[in-house]
């Protein structure tokens, strides 16, 4: 191979190598405009900018990698919408007294959007080749979206949210290759 050959390949994969990020950039560019409708009614700024900082480097990453990482990603920005929603709408919701503590009514809601929402991720990525790693990927992208507006309340309604997505994963985890086969 002569010198031309190798700069032309080397140009080719560099312009094909930008194109997949410049892609991947515009897929996640969601993200930040969640993060901002998020931060009008947050308490907790610098917790809301860093998981929001973080669903958009896994969204763009996810994206950029492509394949299984790829379709789950675009499946949890979708998912992650409802538990995000459920969030943003119901913090009017009145607080309560639970076990003790005092809770948002949002948080709730939005624990319950997200069992939803991942036995939906599940469903929908089990038809890919690679139903775990779509599914694992949608579920982190999920729950990153939607702890952008859970963390309004602090690290608790994080907390909620994660708890959320690990009870409804149970299933998903207990029926392993059949829940994928189904």
């Known amino acids: ?90 913090r009017p919701l009145p607080h309560f007294v639970m076990g003790g503590h005092h809770v948002h009514g949002c948080v709730l809601v939005c624990a319950a959007a997200c069992v939803a929402m991942t036995l939906l991720l599940a469903r929908v990525t089990r038809q890919h080749r690679r139903p775990t790693a779509a599914w694992l990927a949608g579920t982190w992208v999920m729950v990153t979206i939607g702890a952008t507006a859970c963390a309004c309340v602090g690290v608790g309604g994080v907390a909620v949210l994660v708890g959320g997505v690990v009870i409804a994963s149970l299933p998903v985890a207990a029926l392993g290759r059949r829940w994928a086969a189904a």
């Open 1 to 90: 191979m002569d010198r031309s050959e190798q700069s032309l390949r080397a140009a080719a994969r560099g312009a094909y190598e930008r194109g997949r990020l410049t892609g991947s950039l515009a897929r996640a560019l969601p993200v930040p405009f969640l993060a901002l409708l998020s931060l009008t009614d947050s308490h907790e700024v610098a917790l809301t900018v860093s998981v929001a900082a973080v669903a958009f480097a896994s969204m763009v990453a996810f994206e950029f990698r492509g394949g299984a990482l790829g379709v789950g990603a675009r499946w949890g920005l979708i998912t992650g919408l409802l538990p995000f929603s459920a969030s943003v709408l119901g």
